[in-house]
């Protein structure tokens, strides 16, 4: 990961522009953990903390922040809610209210887990139909992995399934929304499952676990199998074009989870 900005390296400019907003400063402390920001960091005021991340404008990652700021207004409790937004002397920064809590560890028998669905059917439920913000359609990002009738939808998704964007604390909240997109109530959940895989689980149960949240439970099969099927050729695709430390396992457990479901289909078949 390139190196991470430095808040005392911002311009002055930027900087007093976020005073403006939150007051002084106590202490900026860097975030070292996550992806696609050139900087992050919690910001301790008399007004409160705060989490500010932010990018260099124009640079690879900047429609990802802007989608997370059009995003935010229309999304539930369990997002933290985007107090201000900042544009100076090249840099996008956006400040959310700071929220305290652990990632979750996804292995079986975790007691995370029973939350997490919770959380899961509730985004799926208060975010159907997708509120009216221009989003990407599912459909149009995976155009070349699925048929789009199998996943198309009405319910805004988050899509971006890792741990790291799961904090348990007070209440489990779900974080950077900067990969939105319009489709099926049960997609989230399903990329949840390929995490479970990858964490240990047996497909069978990860599906059991999944069951809980009543848009996957009600998911046709056949658009399920689909898209564990796609699953492979995308991480196939991303170890190809972009190979990472990550991938490989994600490859494997989608491997897994699609021979899962092709058992299943033989068997209803032949049943």
């Known amino acids: 990961m390139p190196r991470r900005q430095p808040w005392e390296e911002l311009p002055d400019r930027v900087r007093d522009e976020v005073s403006r907003h939150i007051g002084p400063m106590r202490s900026a402390v860097t975030v070292p953990s996550g992806a696609y920001c050139d900087?992050?960091?919690?910001?301790?005021?008399?007004?409160?903390?705060?989490?500010?991340?932010?990018?260099?404008?124009?640079?690879?990652?900047?429609?990802?922040?802007?989608?997370?700021?059009?995003?935010n207004r229309w999304l539930p409790p369990a997002a933290p809610r985007l107090r201000w937004t900042v544009e100076q002397s090249g840099w996008l920064l956006?400040?959310?209210?700071?929220?305290?809590?652990?990632?979750?560890?996804?292995?079986?028998?975790s007691p995370d887990l029973a939350p997490l669905a919770d959380l899961l059917a509730g985004l799926a439920h208060t975010l159907t139909p997708a509120p009216p913000v221009?989003?990407?359609?599912?459909?149009?990002?995976?155009?070349?992995?699925?048929?789009?009738?199998?996943?198309?939808?009405?319910?805004?998704?988050?899509?971006?399934?890792t741990p790291r964007n799961f904090l348990l604390g007070d209440r489990p909240h779900l974080?950077?929304?900067?990969?939105?997109?319009?489709?099926?109530?049960?997609?989230?959940?399903?990329?949840?499952?390929?995490?479970?895989?990858r964490a240990g689980h047996e497909p069978v149960d990860a599906e059991t676990w999944a069951g809980q949240i009543p848009?996957?439970?009600?998911?046709?099969?056949?658009?399920?199998?689909?898209?564990?099927?796609?699953?492979?050729r995308l991480w196939e695709r991303k170890q190809r074009t972009a190979p990472g430390p990550h991938h490989g396992p994600l490859l494997a457990a989608a491997r897994r989870w699609s021979a899962y479901r092709s058992h299943l289909r033989a068997y209803t078949h032949g049943a």
């Open 215 to 232: 848009a996957f439970a009600a998911a046709p099969g056949d658009a399920v199998t689909a898209f564990a099927d796609a699953l492979v």
């Open 94 to 109: 956006l400040g959310f209210d700071h929220v305290a809590g652990r990632h979750p560890d996804l292995a079986p028998g």
């Open 134 to 161: 221009p989003i990407q359609r599912f459909t149009y990002r995976w155009r070349d992995l699925i048929a789009p009738e199998l996943v198309d939808g009405d319910t805004l998704l988050h899509t971006d399934m």
């Open 175 to 197: 974080v950077d929304w900067s990969s939105p997109a319009r489709g099926a109530a049960w997609i989230d959940a399903a990329f949840l499952v390929l995490r479970l895989v």
């Open 39 to 71: 900087l992050a960091v919690t910001l301790d005021t008399a007004a409160g903390r705060f989490f500010c991340k932010g990018c260099q404008v124009d640079g690879p990652t900047d429609w990802l922040h802007r989608n997370e700021a059009r995003v």
